[in-house]
């Protein structure tokens, strides 16, 4: 079974800077897709941005990319000029062939004024 | 407005009384699943369905149902609701095609059973 884990349970920045959220998986699988979610305290749960394994290229969404090391297993998530907006859970997740969503524990991001 | 709709938003329960969750989507989607959200746990999968008709078991099934009689639709059953059940849980659909653009989800709802 495929895992995914995020070892940051929580992380703080600084309004305007730059934060990097960890996300490492294993899998055996070479088809694949990577997920992160942002889930703020109204609790909806937002997509923020996607990669599938087969694109080297790294996914950009306005002031979020990633950083995806196919090899390594590891998809991290950078958000550039931090909003207050930006505080939330966020969640790393993979889906394989099987179609079945898997989610890391979460890190909770809190933006200081 | 392409959305899933969860209800109810929040809902008290005893232990044993049979209650369901419903989920409805009204973009055609044919992927839905149920997850449970839970502190330091993420979500977790409970049942997803590929189509009509179409059900399987996720991570943690044990202890609910779910059916698939119509597209648009996939309500979870607790038949005899525990209060190791009390959870946030969430409905979510996909278009099911090779190309995942990702998950719609519901609001959640916060279940708690005393």
């Known amino acids: 079974a495929q895992t995914v884990t995020q070892s940051q349970p929580e992380m703080s920045v600084q309004e305007a800077e730059t934060v990097t959220l960890s996300c490492t998986y294993d899998?055996?699988?070479?088809?694949?897709?990577l997920f992160w979610y942002k889930q703020p305290p109204s609790r909806q749960m937002i997509l923020v941005i996607r990669q599938e394994a087969y694109k080297q290229q790294n996914a950009t969404e306005n002031r979020f990319s990633v950083n995806f090391q196919k090899a390594a297993k590891s998809f991290s998530l950078k958000i550039s000029d931090s909003q207050l907006g930006d505080a939330a859970m966020y969640f790393c997740?993979?889906?394989?062939?099987?179609?079945?969503?898997?989610f890391g524990s979460g890190t909770q991001l809190t933006v200081l004024p | 407005e392409a959305q899933v709709t969860q209800n109810p938003r929040y809902l008290i329960t005893v232990t044993g009384k049979k209650l369901t969750v419903t989920c409805s989507q009204n973009?055609?989607?044919?992927?839905m699943s149920w997850y449970r959200q839970d502190p330091g746990l993420g979500l977790r999968q409970i049942y997803y369905s590929m189509n009509v008709e179409v059900t399987d078991k996720g991570d943690v099934p044990e202890g609910y149902k779910v059916s698939r009689k119509e597209k648009r639709n996939f309500p979870l059953i607790l038949e005899s609701p525990s209060p190791n059940q009390t959870s946030l849980y969430f409905c979510a659909s996909s278009l099911g095609t090779e190309t995942n653009y990702g998950y719609t989800f519901g609001s959640g709802t916060r279940l708690t059973v005393v």
């Open positions: 973009m055609n989607h044919e992927y």
């Open positions: 997740a993979y889906e394989g062939g099987a179609r079945q969503l898997t």
């Open positions: 899998t055996s699988e070479s088809d694949y897709y």
